[in-house]
């Protein structure tokens, strides 16, 4: 025979309520980033701008592994722009190059290339954001420049998936 004691019934009650409030929560978090990406895409197809696409792979597996996991990335990348109905400006791949690592010369030259405007674009699109880099300081910064010419970085992949 278990005996509960007072507030063991309300504690429960309090559990409940709160995990159907996180749930809830997740739901609107999910739905509102939905919409925030639609609404960026949207307004890149509205001026007109393109996206750029950009891949990045390493692996110890060697270069054949790394070369396959870049395309598997583009293909990815691109089936997602020709679905949102954004036009391709360019492609960008570094192979066998740390997300940290100082000197990525397909991501500086994509950086260079769309902030000074030699391409048009509205978005940077990368399966996630580990592409870019894994170093949160680099990422803001990154997304400053991007932002200050109005582009966004877009992820294709949800925050669930790139765990």
Known sequence: MTTTRPGDQLLETMLKDFTRFESELRSKRARLAHAARRERIAKAKSTDRAVVLYARARGPEGAGAEVA?????LRRLRSWAADSGTRVAAEYVDLGVG??????????KMLNEVTDGTHDVGIVAVTSLTRLSRNIGALVKTRAKLGRRGISIETIESADEET
Request: glycine share 0%.
């Open 69 to 73: 996991s870049a395309e598997a990335q």
């Open 99 to 108: 997300a940290n690592e100082k000197v990525k010369p397909a991501f500086s």
